[in-house]
Structures are given as structure tokens and as C-alpha cells.
């Protein structure tokens, strides 16, 4: 029986740090009319947005979405494997294109969403779900990864800001012991954040990373109000995701509560997956670049100040693509780039072949 109860919220936590954002070119799009669209939902909160739509993936709408089979008699693991710097592969997509709707928050619902940026598959929409993304066409690299990542659009005024080119998203191990993680099911999905948080409540957030920064600016809890006039000056992010699943639901109502970030292992500095959520999966990390800098005083979000900042994944990854990218890349304790291959380890071979498909 699925239960009814009040879901707990994430907890909050301390800050993870990582290197330094890349940069590019500078380009801007606006929406149609110049302007951001307006929508009913423009600032409702994903943690109090639960499913009342039945769908193709939620007959009933409840919003639980049950993995079948589910994971059953896993413990997390508390073991040391081998030290590895990097346990990474990247699946770096393309904006595709921008609408006010969110499959995960507002199934069916189209225009009830404040304005995403959507990458990866090409038809993700309000109506969206695990068969209508499965084996679509996208703009990652690897034609396998189907799968759809959204954000709050980017403003400068009234001109949406989109990044240029594909976008880096990091598959990497977020627990000590990287040789338990294993794939994404099909269809989970997940909220990453939440546009109605404080400030303060961004910067504490297990999933931030650098904040937002440009030039020499960094840790930034909002966007800066000035960044350097150069073309090679970009605003970046970085924010990571939860990487511990329950094993039982591809969704539920807060679409947050079936996943955890790790924790730490007691009397040690290992992290490791909480009881509550054993199996070990990717953690997704979002190294987003926005064309746009100088005066930056009228730049914001679609959802808001800058520390609304949040994302969406729906997995609809090739199966067979995505366990081979998994266990060569984090498993195998490599740093790998979308062909699933490591530079520093050319003996290892690569994954997919150079049109980023399996042999």
C-alpha cells in the first residue's frame, strides 16, 4: 500500500566545492515578444506542487509512480574500494527549447509552470512521460540519452538568456564506494532544488557546489550585480543532485522524498547512502553556462531571485547505453568524456564509438 502520509522534507545540509566553470561565447534569445511568458504557476513551490493528473506513467494521479520490479534487499555499503579522484562520465546536452510547463510538477498541465529551459530530449512537454521520452530524438551527445533536463529560464530584462551549445552534465559516484553505484531505472524523475527557498536555505543545500560566479567572483548565494565585460565571461552554476534512491517509487507527490543525498559514515569521512534510501545511483551535477555579463543588475531567473535556482531529470535513458557508461566510467573509476573514455587511461578503451553509439 502506498503511503498517505506527510512526506519529510530533504534535509539541508553543508556545502560540496568543485573546480572552476568553463566559458564561451556570448549570445542571447528572447521569448516570444521579447518578453518572459507569465504563468499561473510562476512561483508556486515544487515542495507543496503535488500530482493530481492521471497519466500514462500515474494512472491513478496520486503522484507515487512505483518502480516495478522495485529494489529490494540492498544495504548500503560501507565499503573503501580502491581511492579514485574522478569517477565521472559526462552526458552533455543542448537547449532545445523553452515553455512554461514541467511533466514532473504540472503533468498534463501545460502553460501552469513559471518558463523552463529544457535540454536533452526534443519533445519533452507538459504531457511528457516515460513511453513519449523513451527512444526520442535528442541533443545530447549520445543519441541514447533521451532523457529530459529542465530549469528556470534566465532574464536580462526582458530578453531570455539561453546557454549556447551542449551544456555539461555530470553522471558521477556521490558515495565512497563507487563500485556499488548502478544505473538509473527507467522512468525515475526528480525535483533538484526548490524555487520558493531562501537564500539561506540555497546556500546550505547539500546539492550546492560554487554558487554562482563570473570572473573572479565566486560563492555567490544570488546573481552578481556586475560581471566583467569580456567575451570570454560567462555566469555559471553548479548544483548537484541527490544519488541515494528508495528503491520503491520513480516518483512521489514532492518529487523529492524517493531520492537522499548520501551521508557520512560514521567515524570517518566516507560518505555513503542513508538506510532509508540503500541503492547507490549517478549523481547528476549541472555545470551551467549563461552567455551574459557586464551589467548584471536586471538578470533573474524565471522562478525568481538567483537562489530559486533548481532543476528537473526524467530518465529515459537506453538501458543497455547507460549500465555500459556506469560501470566503465563511475565503477571503474575513471574520468570519463561522453564517449565514456579516459585520456589519462587510453588503454582502457572507450564505450561508445565516435558517433557516441555502442558498437
Known sequence: MRPRSKLPALLLGGALFAGVLGVGTVATAAGPGGAPAASAGAHSAHTTAVSTRASADDPDGDGYIPAVPQVTGVTPSVATPPPRYHKEFQAN?????????DPIVYPGQPGKSHDHTFMGNKTTHAGSTTASLYG???????????????????????????????QVIYYKAGVTDYTSVRPFPKGLRFVVGDPMQSAQEFRGHKGFV????????????????SCPSRPDVQLNIRFQAPSCW??????????????AYPVVKPGTNDNMCPASHPVALPMIEFKMAFPVNGDMS???LASGRGYSFHYDFFNAWEERTLKALVDHCIVGGLQC???????????????????????
Not at 535528442?138 to 530578453?159: F, I, N, Q, V
Open 93 to 101: 546536452c543542448a537547449v532545445t527549447h523553452t515553455a512554461p510547463d
Open 136 to 166: 526520442g530524438d535528442t541533443t545530447c551527445r549520445a543519441p541514447a540519452d533521451a532523457s529530459a533536463y529542465w530549469m528556470p529560464s534566465l532574464y536580462k530584462g526582458d530578453e531570455k538568456i539561453l546557454p549556447v551549445g551542449p
Open 210 to 225: 560554487e554558487g554562482w560566479e563570473c570572473g573572479d567572483s565566486f560563492f555567490n548565494v544570488d546573481i552578481p550585480a
Open 246 to 259: 528508495d528503491g520503491k517509487y520513480l516518483d512521489t507527490p514532492d518529487h523529492k522524498s524517493h531520492m
Open 298 to 300: 536586471d538578470v533573474r
Open 337 to 359: 568524456d561522453t564517449r565514456g573514455y579516459d585520456q589519462n587511461h587510453p588503454e582502457r578503451g572507450a564505450v561508445l564509438n565516435s558517433d557516441h553509439r555502442l558498437p
